[in-house]
Every structure is written in C-alpha cells, then in structure tokens.
C-alpha cells in the first residue's frame, strides 16, 4: 500500500510539471505566432510603400502639374496644340486618382499624412474641366484660347508649393517607417532568436521527461510484475495449505460428527442431563459449519483449478427447485423461517447439471433463511422469460450495504465478518455460486435495499421441444474431468 501511494504520489508530480511545461511550450509558440503576425504586418507595409511607392507618384504628379502649366502657356502663344493639354490634363488627374484611392490612400493615412491639398487639388479639376473641353474645341479664338488659359492658369498657381510640401512629409514619413521597420525587425529578431532557443530548451526538457518517465515505468512495471508473481505464489501456497489441511480436516471431521450423532441416538432419549444434551447439540452444529467451511474450501480452490466435473442432461427445473427447497427446509426450520416456492404448472426444460443447479439453489436459498428475521417467509420463483429460465429468492432481511454491492461475488467477501451465530458464514458461498452458474453458461445477480431485503436470481437457457424428445442425443455434452468433485449440498 504504502509502495504504491509512493508512485501515485510520484506520478501526479510528473503529471503536474509535465503540464505546466506544456502550458509554458503552447504560451511560447502562441507568442510567436503573435509575433510572426506583427511581423508580416510589418513587412505588408513596407512592401506597399515599396511596391506603390507615394513619394514616386506624388514625385510625378507634381512633374505633371508642372508640364500642365507649361503647355497651357505654350498653347496661349500659339506654340503647341490644344489637344496636348488636354491630354496633359487627363494624365495629370489620373495621378491624383491614384493617390486617394486604394492601397495608397491607405498608406497615407497610416503615415499620417495632410491629404487636404489633393482633395483642393481635385476640386480645382472639375472646376476646370468644362474650360479644358472648350479649350481644345477647334471654333475657339487666339484671344478667347489665350484667355481661358490665363484663367486655368490661375486657378492651378500655388499648387506648385503645396504639392512641394506633401512631397517632404511623403519622404519624411517613409524615412521614419523604413527607420522603424529596420529597428522593429531587429528586435523581433532577436526575439524569434531567443523565443526558439527557448522552444528547443522546452522541448528537451519536455523529451528527457518522457525518457526518465518511461524508465521509472519500466522499473514500475517490473516491480509490480515481481509483486504479482510473489502475490500469485502466496495465493497458490495459501490455497494448496488450505486444500491440504481441508483434506485431512474432512475425514476426522466425518468421523466426528457420525459419532456425536450416533451417541445423540442412543442416550437422547434415556439422558436426563439437558446441559449434556444441549452440549451435544453445540458440538453437532459447530462439526457442521466446520464441514460446511471445509467443503466450500475445497470446492474454491477445485473451482479455480478448473478442476469441477460437469455433467449436462435434460432437466425440469420444477423438480431442481423443489428438491432444493426441501434440502434446505430443516436449517430455515431450525431458524424460524419458512419457504413460499412459486413454480409454473407445465415442465421447464433446460440442457444443465442438475446436481450444479441444486447446489447453487441450497446456497442462496439458506443464505436468504440466514439473513431473514424469525418469522418471515423466502419466496423462491421460477419463471419463464423468452428462451430463459428464471429463478428468484427473494428475503425480506437485512439487505446489502451500497458499499459492499461490488464485491458480493469476491471470494471470502463478508457482509458481517464480526458477527457469531446463525449468521456466520466463510464467504465463498456466493463466489462459488457465481463460478457454477458460468460454467454452466448461465447468469447471477442480485438487487438489494439495505433494510428491506434482497433478491438474487440466476438464467440458464431454455432448450427447444423437439429437443426434449431426443435428450440421449445430448447426454454427455459439456464435460469436465475433474480428480476433486463438488458434491455436497
């Protein structure tokens, strides 16, 4: 016991460090995974500024402008056509566009850059372009051409500084991102540097863990494997002792109890000392319980050898309860407890060992009279259920403990071990009952309320009609030789 509190308690201190370094390795990776995204926001925008490059196009727009401005003038003087303008005109919009929408317009804004000279920028546009069309138009003057250029001319001056200024805080702004990007991914980095050298230090911890693990449970396992051998042994050693001293128990214990009931017979009626009678009385009992005792030792340890002999013929459990009953009627006497046997009218056929049967009957059936009150009635019933044969022995006694219900069927498994007198029992009872009904391929079980009674039942299956008619055909069937025979009641 004290061995294996020993490993619980190093196995829940492995468990436990295993888990909080395993809390510690997922916190870790999530943080990477954190900083990898960052990272690659990082790197999303820089390629943007990169890619689209603001400065460039703003560069260009200003260039434009500038090429407007001087067209617009060479038209006036008569220098260059009309359509140039226009065309001029278009490009230089389209740079604006470029600038307002999308991806740029986005960058701007995270560089915090003043875009109000874009938007007067293209306001100043679409006041100008009804006059941009006429300007092109063939049935225009010199003169009326010349005026609608100093016009447009006007309302594009002082644009020239404006777009200057954009263009210093488009450079300024992508300088300092391009600073901080160079910095931040220095330091992620060297983040990632450590955060990975920290995986691997986790995850050789978390490797060498498992190994010595994996050694403690070997050493455990052969520990435990040596334990149950010793235990095995013991368990054969205590059993062949027991069978040993069963053996040489029985036969003197046979003696015995012929001589006390031969000396009962022959002075019961003539000895006038009732101390001496009762005394004889005791003394049958107690030989009684001892045979008993040895029997149910004897048939455990034949049980658990395989060793039981099994013989399967057609048999009416009509006459297997009733005979049962009867064999029991004088021990539920000497106790104050009668029998109600329930059984139905037309034959209930099953292919069983009817002496098996019966000797499991006898054993729930007084154990029911031990644990009922003086006075009270065991019902036993045989039903038909389907294909099965149901037997129930139902008392109205003390019950069984919650507690106790999962061990009833364990060998030397006692309700009340400290108890003396009608209710004593070895506690091999129902294990043997439990080893007889498998080998017969049958069921046993139980439901039971403490305080108010138990019922124990077990099934053996049923056997067709037209197989009642050839039962020699099946005489024989299930056999098991055995060189120690369960036979006593």
């Given amino acids: 016991m004290a061995a294996q509190k020993h490993i619980r308690r190093v196995t829940d201190k492995s468990r436990s460090i295993r888990a909080a370094l395993l809390v510690f390795f997922v916190g870790a990776v999530l943080f990477g995974v954190g900083v990898v995204y960052k990272l690659s926001e990082r790197v999303d925008s820089i390629q943007t500024a990169e890619q689209s490059d603001p400065l460039w196009i703003g560069s260009q727009l200003q260039f434009e402008m500038l090429r407007l401005e001087k067209e617009l003038s060479e038209v006036a003087l008569g220098l260059r056509p009309a359509r140039d303008v226009a065309l001029r005109f278009n490009i230089a919009w389209s740079r604006i566009t470029i600038l307002q929408e999308g991806k740029l317009s986005r960058l701007l804004t995270t560089f915090g850059i003043d875009q109000t000279v874009l938007s007067a920028l293209e306001e100043t546009f679409q006041t100008i372009e009804p006059h941009i069309d006429e ?121 015995l109890l012929g001589g006390l009931s031969l000396l009962k017979a022959r002075v019961g009626g003539t000895l006038e000392d009732m101390i001496a009678l009762k005394l004889l009385d005791v003394a049958g009992r107690n030989g009684d319980r001892l045979l008993t005792l040895v029997n149910d030792i004897l048939d455990a340890q034949a049980l658990g050898e395989g060793k039981v002999s099994v013989k399967r013929e057609t048999t009416d459990l009509n006459e297997v309860v009733k005979a049962a009953v009867e064999n029991c ?155 120690q025979p369960l036979g006593h009641p």
């Fill in 135 to 255: 300007f092109v138009s063939q049935e225009m003057t010199t003169d009326a051409r010349r005026q609608k250029a100093a016009y447009m001319l006007a309302e594009l001056q002082g644009y020239d500084m404006a777009l200057r200024n954009l263009l210093v805080a488009l450079a300024q702004a992508k300088n300092s991102s391009l600073s901080e990007f160079r910095t931040g991914l220095l330091s992620l980095s060297h983040t990632i540097a450590y955060l990975g050298m920290t995986l691997l230090t986790l995850f050789g911890i978390f490797i060498s863990l498992l190994l010595i693990e994996l050694r403690v449970a070997r050493k455990r396992e052969s520990k435990m494997r040596i334990l149950a051998e010793e235990a095995t042994s013991a368990a054969r050693l205590k059993m062949n002792f027991m069978s040993v001293v069963s053996h040489e128990l029985r036969t003197p214990l046979t003696s």
């Fill in 329 to 483: 009627q004088g021990y539920a006497e000497k106790l104050g407890v009668s029998y109600a046997v329930h059984t139905p009218q037309e034959p209930v056929i099953t292919l069983t060992d009817s002496a098996r049967v019966t000797q499991v009957l006898n054993n729930l059936i007084s154990n029911a009279a031990k644990f009922t009150s003086t006075g009270d009635v065991v019902e036993v019933h045989l039903t038909r259920i389907s294909d099965k044969a149901r037997i129930e022995v139902t008392d109205h006694g003390i019950g069984i403990p919650a507690a106790l219900q999962p061990d009833i069927f364990t060998p030397f498994h006692q309700i009340n071990p400290g108890t003396t007198g009608a209710n004593k029992s070895s506690g091999l009872g129902l294990s043997i009952t439990k080893q007889l009904i498998e080998l017969l391929d049958g069921k046993v079980g139980f439901s039971s309320v403490e305080g108010e009674g138990s019922v124990f039942w077990i099934e053996l299956d049923l056997i067709l009609k037209e197989l009642v008619l050839r039962p020699a055909a099946r005489n024989g069937t299930g056999h098991f030789r055995s060189s």
